[in-house]
């Protein structure tokens, strides 16, 4: 899905003055980060590594896990792709609303997909994958750590996709790969580009079996992470910048976010455990909001009507400083004032 992604800002110019629409921290300082790639930018003069086994080598002592369960990859994009490519063929069961990269993967290459309809996984063969994303994107909902492990290992006759890329924007606790090391029906997904604030530069890993990970390495291109990517990976692996100064702090005011959108009249904001929230407006039409938004105010909201069960009263942001989400609230507020007055 090339169209209807958040953070589409390249479609706005100069227009363009707070974005809600990246679930991605506004806020982080990458000075250093800068500073070193500028140091080492001739990197960009040469091949990569055809895969990026010393960025691997790193993100396993890092995780306290073998290097062999690890796979480094163009973003949590192109791992997606990758297990769906392997699995070409499989049933693969996506509880919805969800990101929608799972669904053009599977469908990509040829998966029988259910969006979890008990009448449907009643007859679905036994060789399928389950897609979960958690935190979930687009609600911010979380499931238990206690019950994803419980799920994972009381059905190993299912492999589990678990998407943890927004790990970093939840206080609570996900499941880490040096706990399932014993598990070999799991694959876990992070997306160190929203952990470090970097989704220019693209990089994403996948855990999982060495049998797995062997087998997706086989089938995947050469040169897929590129120089200047492996090289951030690396400081940022080594130097471990804390990106989100205080997360406890933008949670609550992500949380003063949601009570403020929650008075406007015609809002329904959902309950959320991260820095995004969806929001279901009675009084407009998404697609329209989002334009006026960036017509009167400069503000991109994340039109959510493109995710499978929701529809054009659906829109995602994420919080921003309390100044910020203070003007985002007035702007809403300007809109709905305007389209009582047609």
């Not at 897609?131 to 994803?148: A, E, F, Q, R, S």
């Not at 940022?236 to 406007?264: G, H």
């Amino acid at each position: 899905m090339l169209d209807g992604h958040g953070d589409d800002i390249f479609q706005y110019g100069d227009k363009l003055k707070m974005n809600f629409s990246s679930n991605v921290y506004s806020g982080a300082d990458l000075s250093g980060l800068k500073d070193h790639l500028m140091q080492h930018f001739d990197v960009v003069g040469h091949y990569p590594e055809p895969e990026p086994h010393e960025l691997e080598r790193l993100l396993a002592a890092h995780l306290k896990v073998p290097e062999n369960t690890l796979l480094v990859t163009n973003g949590a994009v192109e791992a997606i792709y990758l297990i769906a490519q392997l699995y070409k063929g499989w049933a693969s069961v996506i509880p919805q609303p969800t990101f929608n990269e799972y669904a053009d993967a599977c469908r990509a290459f040829g998966h029988l997909i259910s969006y979890e309809k008990t009448d449907e996984l009643d007859v679905l063969p036994k060789d399928r994958l389950y897609w979960i994303c958690n935190p979930n994107n687009p609600t911010g909902n979380v499931l238990l750590k206690p019950l994803v492990n419980r799920i994972v290992r009381q059905h190993p006759r299912y492999l589990f996709v678990l998407d943890q890329s927004y790990a970093d924007y939840t206080l609570e606790p996900m499941l880490e790969p040096c706990e399932v090391l014993d598990c070999y029906n799991v694959m876990i997904l992070r997306s160190l580009s929203k952990s470090y604030c970097i989704p220019g530069l693209r990089l994403g890993y996948i855990y999982s079996s060495p049998i797995i990970i062997d087998r997706l390495r086989n089938i995947r291109q050469p040169w897929t992470v590129n120089s200047l990517a492996i090289e951030a990976g690396k400081y940022l692996l080594k130097n471990q910048p804390q990106m989100i100064p205080d997360l406890r702090a933008y949670l609550q005011e992500a949380q003063r976010l949601r009570r403020k959108l929650s008075e406007i009249e015609g809002l329904m904001v959902m309950e959320t455990s991260t820095n995004f929230m969806l929001v279901n407006i009675d009084f407009g039409d998404t697609k329209e909001l989002k334009k006026w938004l960036i017509d009167h105010y400069g503000i991109l909201i994340r039109d959510a009507s493109n995710f499978r069960g929701l529809d054009h009263h659906c829109f995602r942001v994420t919080a921003r400083t309390p100044e910020e989400d203070d003007q985002l609230v007035s702007a809403i507020k300007h809109y709905k004032e305007w389209k009582q007055q047609l």
